[in-house]
């Protein structure tokens, strides 16, 4: 397995990944090869327009009324 060297890391950047490799009972090397792997290896994530544009069109918004709820019937917001 290669190894990787990084240089220039800021000060704060080593004392939050010595924290947070503390907090999860590991070395810093460990946690440094989880967030690589967490970053880099993991689906891509959608932004909330490709989310809804996948969405399937299942009717209009009467078919998810209430019974009894008429529109204008009262304010959301109060």
Aim: charged share 30%; with cysteine; proline share 6%.
């Amino acid at each position: 397995m290669p190894d990787l060297l990084v240089r220039g890391v800021d000060d704060a950047l080593v004392q939050a990944l010595k924290k947070r490799a503390g907090a999860h009972g590991r070395s810093q090397e460990a946690e440094l090869r989880a967030i690589l792997s967490a970053a880099l290896l993991s689906p891509p994530r959608c932004n909330l327009a490709e989310l809804l544009a996948a969405m399937p069109d299942v009717g209009v918004d009467a078919d998810f009324q209430r019974p009894g709820d008429q529109a204008g019937d009262r304010d959301v917001f109060d």
